[in-house]
């Protein structure tokens, strides 16, 4: 699905950027992607999905 229709990222281009590494919020991640935020109508959902990526990050390292 669609989460930032200004930058067209999709929720899993945020999540494998997550997965990658070396990002820890949403802001983060729109870098790494190459952009910023536009009109920031996604963050908030934005930074739901790197939370739960992380978290599931933090999960399967525990296994």
């Known amino acids: 699905m669609y989460v ?3 930058n067209g990222y999709t929720d899993t281009d945020i ?7 070396g990002v820890q919020n949403a802001e983060e ?12 109508m996604c963050r908030d959902c934005a930074e739901g999905l790197v939370s ?4 599931e990050q933090v999960l399967l390292a525990a296994e």
């Open 52 to 55: 739960e990526e992380l978290s």
């Open 4 to 6: 930032c229709m200004c």
């Open 15 to 21: 999540r494998q950027t997550v997965r990658a590494g």
């Open 29 to 40: 991640t729109y870098k790494a992607l190459g952009n910023n935020f536009c009109c920031g």
